[in-house]
C-alpha cells in the first residue's frame, strides 16, 4: 500500500510540474463538472458569494461550495452519521442553498426521500446543489449504492424542485486516464496541458460525474 501511494504520489508531482508552475485545480473527474457548475451558479447567483445567506453542507461538501462561489456564506455543516440526509433535524426553508457533493451514491435507503428533505429544508425559491457519479468506481465500499443519469437526478426533482440545469462531465477517456494512475491527479490550470485538455472534454452518452442544479418549488 505505501509503494501504490509513493507511486502516485510521484506521478501525480510529475503531472503538476508539467505544467511548468501553473497552479493546479481539483482532480481529474472533478474539474469539469466544478468548471461547469461554477459558471452556472454564478450566472444564477448574480456572481455572489454567498454572503449574508445562509447554507446547508451536507456530509463535507466545503469543496464544491468554495468552487462555486458560496464559501462567504453563513455555513451549517451537517454530517453523516451525526446528521442522516434521510431526516434532516432542520425546519422546513432554513437554508438559501444547500449543497451535496458525491453523497446521493452512497444514502443507505431511498435517494427520493433524501432529496425531498434536502427541497424541505430549503426556502422557497432557494438553490439545490447535488453532484453524484454515473461512470465510476466502487468507492468507499459497502456503502456504495446508487449510479446516477441526469435524467435519474431530473426525476429526484419531480414535485419538489424545478431543474435548471441537469449535466454529466467526462466520458470514456477516463478509463485510460485511471489505467494511468492519473484519474485523481489535480489538474493543472494550464489550457495547453494534455489533462487540462482532457478534463474539459465530455460525451454525455458516457458521463461519469453528473448533477443537478434546482430552485425550490412551493
Same mark, same amino acid.
Request: glycine share 10%.
Given at each position: 500500500?505505501?509503494? @501504490?501511494?509513493?507511486?502516485?504520489?510521484?506521478?501525480?508531482?510529475?503531472?503538476?510540474?508539467?505544467?511548468?508552475?501553473?497552479?493546479?485545480?481539483?482532480?481529474?473527474? @472533478?474539474?469539469?463538472?466544478?468548471?461547469?457548475?461554477? +459558471?452556472?451558479? /454564478?450566472?444564477?447567483?448574480?456572481?455572489?458569494? #454567498?454572503?449574508?445567506?445562509?447554507?446547508? &453542507?451536507?456530509? #463535507?461538501? /466545503? !469543496?464544491?461550495?468554495?468552487?462555486?462561489?458560496?464559501?462567504?456564506?453563513?455555513?451549517?455543516?451537517?454530517?453523516?452519521?451525526?446528521?442522516?440526509?434521510?431526516?434532516?433535524?432542520?425546519?422546513?426553508?432554513?437554508? &438559501?442553498?444547500?449543497?451535496?457533493?458525491?453523497?446521493?451514491?452512497?444514502?443507505?435507503? &431511498?435517494?427520493?426521500? +433524501?432529496? !425531498?428533505?434536502?427541497?424541505?429544508?430549503? /426556502?422557497? #425559491? #432557494?438553490?439545490?446543489?447535488?453532484?453524484?457519479?454515473?461512470?465510476?468506481?466502487?468507492?468507499?465500499?459497502?456503502? &456504495?449504492?446508487?449510479?446516477?443519469?441526469?435524467?435519474?437526478? $431530473?426525476?429526484?426533482? $419531480?414535485?419538489?424542485?424545478?431543474?435548471?440545469?441537469?449535466?454529466?462531465?467526462?466520458?470514456?477517456?477516463?478509463?485510460?486516464?485511471?489505467?494511468?494512475?492519473?484519474?485523481?491527479?489535480?489538474?493543472?490550470?494550464?489550457?495547453?496541458? =494534455?489533462?487540462?485538455?482532457?478534463?474539459?472534454?465530455?460525451? =454525455?452518452?458516457?458521463?461519469?460525474?453528473?448533477?443537478?442544479?434546482?430552485?425550490?418549488?412551493?
Amino acid at each position: 500500500m505505501r509503494a @501504490r501511494a509513493a507511486a502516485k504520489r510521484a506521478v501525480y508531482g510529475a503531472v503538476a510540474a508539467s505544467g511548468l508552475g501553473a497552479p493546479v485545480g481539483a482532480e481529474y473527474t @472533478r474539474f469539469g463538472m466544478y468548471a461547469r457548475l461554477r +459558471a452556472t451558479v /454564478r450566472e444564477i447567483t448574480g456572481g455572489t458569494d #454567498g454572503a449574508g445567506r445562509s447554507l446547508l &453542507d451536507i456530509s #463535507g461538501s /466545503r !469543496r464544491l461550495i468554495e468552487e462555486v462561489g458560496l464559501g462567504a456564506a453563513d455555513i451549517t455543516e451537517a454530517h453523516y452519521p451525526e446528521h442522516n440526509i434521510l431526516s434532516l433535524p432542520m425546519a422546513d426553508g432554513s437554508f &438559501d442553498f444547500v449543497v451535496s457533493d458525491q453523497v446521493l451514491e452512497h444514502i443507505e435507503g &431511498d435517494p427520493f426521500v +433524501a432529496f !425531498r428533505e434536502t427541497a424541505r429544508v430549503t /426556502r422557497p #425559491g #432557494g438553490l439545490l446543489i447535488h453532484t453524484t457519479c454515473f461512470l465510476n468506481e466502487i468507492h468507499l465500499a459497502p456503502d &456504495d449504492f446508487w449510479r446516477f443519469t441526469p435524467a435519474a437526478l $431530473r426525476l429526484l426533482c $419531480r414535485g419538489v424542485a424545478e431543474p435548471i440545469e441537469v449535466g454529466g462531465a467526462g466520458g470514456l477517456l477516463s478509463v485510460p486516464v485511471s489505467w494511468l494512475g492519473l484519474r485523481r491527479a489535480p489538474v493543472p490550470a494550464a489550457r495547453w496541458h =494534455p489533462l487540462h485538455a482532457a478534463a474539459l472534454r465530455n460525451n =454525455p452518452r458516457w458521463p461519469v460525474m453528473t448533477w443537478v442544479v434546482a430552485t425550490r418549488t412551493g
